[in-house]
């Protein structure tokens, strides 16, 4: 019994981080209708520099969010204007494209710079654990967890409380729309490619010390936030938390009864049992036909 | 210079040239082992673009997985071979079946929607069957991985024969990928990425049609997988399920031209051995995802369409095509058209044939947005033979009703009948196949097509024989030409469809929804856009048609055109029907006035409007 709510309990706390790592990705397809291959890539590079600052300085590797989140914002910023913005208008299939080459450039460049190795980023507290009524839930996680719903909370106020926000939302529903009422589309949408960019600087540094990482790992990462995404309907913002809580808990329940090596399978075919009864996922909407004007 | 259009002239001389010469180098020169390995390297990584190309190219549903196949391949023939002494070459086909499998499998799932689900399970499939080769040990051997036999021929040829057999898998993989692009299938696919809503309201089943592209993907693949397992004769996880692999697959295609039957294959030679030569000369292994990465977004950026097209483009820049244009006195004194029945009719089955019932029937449909009720419990009746008008001012529902009726959209409630059968379930291709045509208000041809290869998209009827016949020659394409004739627009037929003007296009869909023998056409707004001698003889075409038996429900604003030519009239407002009739009855109903002119229209509020409308 406690082991099935310590596994619940993780399984939440895990979807928390999950659910922060995918939000970016989901508000830049809301957007954009860019799907952001290289998500998982910008995680590791986060994760990378963070283990790099905290094995220099000793800085905590989840406070390094602060200088990761501005640092990633202005990325993201900069690559938008330079980069995405040229294939604005084409297909879906190009941004794919686009972005899985973007990945490959960020691995390649870890690979070259910093080696082929696995690295972990491990504070004191790293192995420790809170004990809560016969529970043990290690303090990383309860960590990544709290700062997971601090940002999200702050993406919501963000995202339903300042103009800015308003513009991402009605670009998001309506691009034309939008356009007409005088918002600029071009930067909104790299303002929502900046902030979707910008959680990964948290979602990194997070990382870094709740999972062992090298380069090539933004292949796990970026197929499980997709993932999460798909589940939950791809553009929607509850549909990433819900679909990150349903990986999470498919995850921890899979390692206590199963065994870790198949959590990742499990989830997959959660995924397919999820399409095969809702093909748009979760809170997907199915595309609307435009036959009238 | 007669050196080229020598080749211009026989497409086929090259293609023929460079697969002989590729044969005979081994012939030539049998000890050259090192530059046979690169080439036959090139040559696998072909037959994996190629078949990319088919899912990805035609069908415009990229796969960052596809190196999935051989992997399969490999390990079918890999597990056969060590538990029961089977010669991997002999499991070739079955590795080309299990990709098969997997990929109808998976197709299966992510494939019966639109959007962009695939191109996650395309990775997640990839990074699944690799989960599943490290853990199932029993199966598999996991990460020891397996070792395969060695070839019994002599060390000194050993390449020799996989030279050849991956040539001719490569040579094989291009007929099939040229067979494809041939048929309906092919043209549909292409339909597909262009536009896939459209291409379902012409007959085309979207989810077969891609799972059964993606099924065509994995086979040559697969069998090139299990010859590969044979050549590396050491299999293991994390190099039989690579993304690297992947990337190089997507990177040839792009490079060469995807959508195009021999891009892929220029493609897979220059990534293969550029790759080759970074391997020797560059940084090595460490830096080659950088470069890989690199090349994919420079060629993403700055040459999207690939070398061949490019090339292509060139080359009709130096030998320019005089243009034609509109053929509108053919258009307007083109005689009677008779309607001619497909070539192999569709065998119907044998049951009584219901005179009695209505063509179209719509009984208590209702379709909400939100809380908006966009169509209210609406009842419409198309009767048998006849020309029905569907009129109401802006926003009354009508689009939405010819949205609920061709399927495009689903009713919340009600139901439709067309010619006695249920079908307000089915999919939008199967209402198609029972003789439901529409066209569009904004006319949506497949804008980089032909317009021939337009007119031959619409799939008639959902049986694989029509699916797999050829499209281009024939006498389907014969009828095509006769449609187009028909509509003045003949001598566009090798024009691509996005350089016609608006007019133009509404006449090629026209007769592209003739090419299905519609029972039934609903026409939206035909006379929108189109200059007044033309509306005259769409009209004309109309009645023609009529004549031999097409009904028609015509949504339409021109209300002139709408009283000359429809009977009966209905009347649509806020999402239900508020007369219906006869067009002399219809014109003269206050409640019609009102819902067009407003209630106070009588007071003289606008007595112009009035006066035109009757």
Redesign the interface.
């Given at each position: 019994m406690t082991q099935l709510v310590q596994a619940l309990v993780l399984g939440v706390l895990v979807g928390g981080v999950y659910a922060l790592m995918a939000s970016g990705l989901t508000l830049i397809f809301g957007v954009m209708h860019v799907v952001n291959v290289a998500h998982g890539a910008f995680l590791i590079m986060v994760a990378t520099l963070t283990w790099w600052l905290w094995s220099r300085t000793g800085l905590d590797p989840i406070l390094a969010a602060l200088i990761m989140t501005p640092l990633m914002f202005g990325l993201g910023w900069v690559l938008h204007r330079t980069v995405l913005s040229r294939i604005r208008g084409s297909s879906v299939s190009m941004s794919v494209l686009l972005t899985f080459g973007i990945a490959l450039v960020v691995e390649g460049v870890l690979n070259v710079t910093g080696g082929n190795v696995f690295r972990s980023a491990t504070p004191e507290y790293f192995d420790e654990s809170f004990v809560i009524a016969g529970m043990a839930l290690p303090k990383p996680h309860v960590f990544g967890f709290l700062t997971a719903v601090v940002v999200l909370g702050l993406l919501h106020v963000v995202l339903t409380r300042t103009w800015t926000g308003r513009a991402i939302r009605a670009t998001s529903q309506n691009h034309t729309g939008a356009a007409l009422v005088g918002v600029s589309a071009a930067s909104t949408a790299a303002l929502a490619f900046a902030i979707g960019i910008a959680t990964t600087g948290v979602g990194g540094s997070v990382l870094s010390v709740l999972y062992p990482f090298f380069p090539a790992s933004h292949y796990d990462w970026i197929s499980r936030l997709l993932g999460i995404i798909v589940l939950g309907g791809m553009g929607s913002l509850p549909g990433a938390l819900v679909g990150a809580l349903v990986l999470g808990l498919a995850e921890t329940l899979t390692a206590t009864y199963l065994g870790l090596q198949w959590s990742t399978l499990v989830f997959y075919v959660v995924i397919m049992g999820v399409l095969l009864v809702r093909p748009q996922g979760i809170f997907g909407t199915r595309l609307r036909e435009d036959v009238a004007t | 210079m007669s050196v080229f259009s020598a080749f211009a002239r026989r497409p086929w001389l090259l293609p023929v040239l460079f697969g002989a010469g590729l044969a005979l180098y081994p012939v030539i020169r049998p000890y050259d082992i090192y530059p046979q390995t690169v080439l036959l390297l090139a040559f696998l990584l072909a037959i994996q673009a190629v078949g990319w190309n088919i899912i990805?190219g035609y069908a415009?549903?990229?796969s960052?997985g596809h190196s999935v196949f051989v992997g399969l391949g490999s390990y079918t023939a890999g597990v056969l071979s060590v538990r029961i002494g089977l010669n991997p070459l002999l499991a070739a086909p079955l590795g080309g079946i299990v990709a098969v499998v997997a990929a109808v499998l998976a197709g299966a799932?992510?494939l019966?929607?639109?959007?962009?689900?695939f191109?996650?399970?395309t990775?997640?499939l990839l990074?699944?069957t690799q989960?599943?080769a490290?853990?199932w040990d029993a199966l598999t051997n996991g990460s020891d991985g397996i070792t395969l036999p060695l070839p019994p021929w002599s060390r000194d040829i050993q390449n020799v024969p996989f030279y050849v057999a991956f040539l001719v898998l490569m040579l094989a993989g291009v007929a099939f990928s040229a067979w494809i692009r041939r048929t309906r299938f092919g043209t549909g696919l292409v339909a597909i990425r262009e536009d896939e809503?459209k291409a379902a309201s012409i007959g085309v089943d979207t989810t077969r049609f891609k799972i059964t592209a993606y099924a065509a993907s994995a086979f040559f693949p697969g069998m090139a997988g299990a010859v590969y397992a044979y050549f590396l004769t050491f299999l293991n996880p994390v190099g039989a399920f690579n993304?690297l692999g992947s990337?190089m697959i997507?990177l040839a295609a792009?490079v060469g031209g995807r959508g195009t039957l021999w891009g892929p294959v220029i493609g897979a030679f220059v990534v293969s051995i550029s790759a080759e030569l970074a391997t020797v000369y560059g940084?090595g292994a460490?830096?080659?995802?950088?470069?890989?990465?690199?090349?994919?977004?420079v060629?993403?950026?700055f040459l999207?369409a690939g070398l061949l097209p490019v090339v292509q483009a060139w080359w009709r820049r130096r030998h320019p095509v005089a243009i034609e244009y509109t053929d509108q006195g053919g258009a307007l004194s083109a005689g009677r058209y008779e309607l001619r029945p497909r070539v192999e009719p569709v065998p119907v089955e044998p049951g009584p044939v219901q005179h009695d019932v209505p063509l179209l029937e719509v009984r208590g449909v209702t379709k909400r947005f939100g809380g908006l009720v966009a169509v209210d419990n609406a009842d419409l009746t198309v009767p048998r033979g006849s020309i029905t008008a569907l009129i109401g001012p802006n926003g009354s529902g009508k689009?939405t009703l010819?949205?609920l009726v061709t399927g495009?959209?689903r009713a919340d409630a009600g139901e439709v009948r067309f010619d006695g059968t249920r079908i307000d379930r089915l999919p939008p291709w199967q209402r198609g196949h029972l003789g439901l045509g529409r066209t569009?208000?904004?006319t949506r041809l497949f804008r980089s097509m032909t317009v021939l290869e337009n007119m031959v998209a619409p799939m008639p009827d959902g049986r694989w024989r029509t699916m797999v016949a050829d499209a281009r020659d024939g006498r389907e394409a014969e009828r095509a030409r006769e449609l187009l004739a028909f509509v003045g627009m003949a001598r566009f037929a090798d024009t691509p469809a996005g350089a016609l003007s608006y007019g133009q296009q509404k006449l090629v869909e026209l007769a592209q929804v003739l090419m299905t023998e519609p029972k039934l056409v609903l026409l939206?707004e035909p006379a929108g856009g189109v200059n007044p001698s033309l509306v005259a003889r769409l009209s004309q075409i109309v009645r023609d048609l009529n004549a031999q038996g097409v009904g028609f429900l015509v949504v339409e604003h021109n209300i002139p055109m709408v009283l000359e030519l429809c009977d009966p009239v209905v009347v649509f407002s806020r999402g239900s029907v508020i007369a219906h009739g006869p067009p002399d009855i219809v014109r003269n109903d206050p409640v019609v006035l009102d819902a067009y002119l407003g209630e106070d229209w009588s007071d003289g509020a606008s007595p112009a409007v009035a006066e035109v409308l009757k």
């Open positions: - | 990805s415009g549903y990229v960052l799932v992510v019966r929607t639109r959007g962009h689900a191109v996650i399970i990775i997640a990074l699944a989960v599943i490290v853990n809503g993304v990337v997507v792009l940084g460490q830096s080659r995802v950088l470069l890989f990465g690199g090349a994919l977004v060629v993403v950026l999207p689009t010819f949205n495009t959209m569009f208000q904004l939206d």
